[in-house]
């Protein structure tokens, strides 16, 4: 939810319902809270991110191994836009108007988390799970073949993870809107978006290492082998972390029940007034939207558009563009594949750690040079990132082929120049996480026109350019030869494009007033 501040400031406490009662019911004051159980109350938004992680950098190479062909991958990400669609709003009205003595939100982050923990384990095993349901009993460094049984339990897995997700952070947010008290809720978002940032870095390293496998030995099996047995141990060892992480949330996120009091609303003629909600509410409302919002719903779709690709298939980019393996090659080209990801992982690490650093930096930029020219540059450095990712991939070979990934292996320095480029894409990455946000929140602040509508509306915004990229991207790849670059080079025309349309069209935004939000962000 979005609140507009007497001065003219806003601030964004994402959830549904933020620490509103809504009709019909009454929510007592919140017991009052020290900062330091407010940081304590927030730490299952760590757990869940550090899952989040590993799912963004290990999984989609992973699928690769089981059978599933890389240009069908981008299929399974269509988990990610209808659960933001349909699991975000649904979940948020129930915990609005929840009258469970446990409070209106521990009850759906706990059902939240525990659903994570069995996806995880479903995904982590479902090479083990496939081999039991008639897939290949040769041992898996012999049999490099489909497993069909395994991919299909673990795309299951996949959606089960994503939906879950999706169901505890909308609570987990309002939670601490809710706790917030004296603090305010961008202090609670401050906090919250915090813990995240340290749950990325602790999945990114997680998914870094290569060495599960021998820690834990017992992971391996018949039809589980090194990059398996990897993936399984950093899943375990994140089971373990949420867990721990929702125990100390439950223990110190108090909440006071919410008691249904007041009568329903009622129209002239003595019926009961049914205001409508969720998606239907967002979709309603879109006539009312202040002047100016449309081209920020524009920018923002062309600036996903340009970022979803990268986000879909980094890893899976230095796995084969630049270590120039294969998930379903021989066991040197796998090994230098695997190789490639866990290198893509560690850029990960990199890009949330600057991402973090960035973010501090946000507002007093806005405040200097404008939201408008922060945000369309931070496209124009996108299409110059997305652009060099082909120069680097044409470095990396030496010569085109028929198929990039069949090309001579990378050197250290092209290694190391991935390295710095994850890294850079920390700073617009930062922007694009906070900047469209703050515009939303400020043009319904002073334009009128419902914050929750604008950012509901904004979310669709954001929702569509990941389905179009997820229908899209893998049969784009496909047209020309399998590799990544074609994706992209498209995302690096949709940033450029975002950018011109930005300069144009972005509406003029007050500087002195301006107040950078953070959604945190998958």
């Known amino acids: 939810m979005v609140r507009g501040g007497g001065n003219g400031e806003v601030e964004l406490s994402v959830g549904a319902g933020g620490g509103g009662g809504g009709a019909g019911g009454l929510v007592e ?202 993936l399984k141990g950093a899943f375990l060892v994140a089971v373990l972390f949420l867990c721990m992480c929702l125990v100390i949330t439950l223990i110190f996120a108090k909440e006071v029940p919410y008691k249904r009091i007041a009568p329903l609303p009622t129209k002239a003629n003595g019926q009961v007034e049914v205001e409508p909600s969720g998606p239907l509410a967002v979709f309603q409302g879109i006539r009312n939207l202040p002047s100016g919002m449309p081209s920020v719903l524009l920018v923002t779709g062309l600036t996903w558009l340009s970022w979803f690709p990268f986000i879909l298939y980094d890893t899976d980019w230095m796995g084969r563009e630049i270590y120039h393996g294969d998930p379903k090659g021989t066991p040197a080209e796998m090994s230098a594949f695997q190789d490639g990801v866990r290198a893509g992982a560690f850029g990960l690490l990199l890009n949330s750690i600057i991402l973090g650093f960035s973010s501090f930096l946000i507002e007093p930029m806005c405040k200097r040079l404008g939201p408008r020219v922060v945000w369309v540059s931070s496209n124009f450095l996108v299409c110059i990132a997305m652009a060099a990712t082909a120069i680097i991939s044409w470095w990396s070979t030496k010569e085109f082929h028929e198929y990039v990934q069949h090309a001579i292996t990378a050197s250290k320095d092209i290694k190391i120049v991935c390295m710095v480029l994850f890294a850079f894409l920390g700073v617009p990455l930062a922007i694009l996480y906070s900047v469209p946000f703050a515009v939303t929140a400020q043009l319904a602040a002073s334009k009128g026109g419902g914050q929750g509508l604008c950012t509901g509306v904004l979310n669709i915004s954001i929702v569509i350019p990941q389905v179009i990229i997820a229908l899209g991207a893998g049969p784009w790849d496909q047209l020309f030869g399998k590799g990544n670059i074609p994706a992209f080079a498209a995302a690096s025309a949709f940033a450029l494009i975002g950018g011109i349309v930005g300069i144009f069209l972005l509406p003029k935004i007050s500087r002195r007033s301006f107040r950078a939000v953070s959604t945190g962000g998958h």
């Open 29 to 230: 004051p919140p017991v009052p809270i020290s900062l330091g159980r407010l940081v304590l109350a927030g730490m299952v938004a760590g757990g869940v991110q550090y899952g989040w992680a590993l799912q963004l950098s290990l999984l989609t190479p992973y699928v690769q191994t089981l059978g599933l062909s890389h240009a069908l991958t981008s299929f399974m990400w269509l988990c990610g836009p209808i659960a933001g669609l349909v699991v975000q709003p649904c979940v948020g009205l129930y915990s609005d108007k929840c009258t469970s003595r446990w409070g209106r939100r521990r009850p759906f982050i706990m059902t939240g988390c525990v659903l994570i923990c069995i996806a995880v384990v479903i995904v982590g095993f479902s090479a083990d799970i496939g081999a039991a349901l008639g897939d290949s009993k040769e041992e898996c460094s012999l049999y490099h073949g489909p497993r069909w049984h395994a991919a299909i339990v673990y795309v299951l897995g996949f959606w089960l993870l994503d939906f879950s997700n999706n169901t505890v952070q909308g609570p987990a947010r309002a939670l601490m809107a809710d706790l917030s008290g004296k603090y305010g809720p961008s202090a609670a978002n401050s906090i919250f978006c915090s813990w995240m940032a340290l749950g990325n870095i602790l999945g990114y390293s997680s998914g870094s290492t290569d060495k599960w496998h021998k820690w834990f030995p017992f992971l391996r099996t018949r039809a589980c082998c090194e990059a398996c047995a990897n």
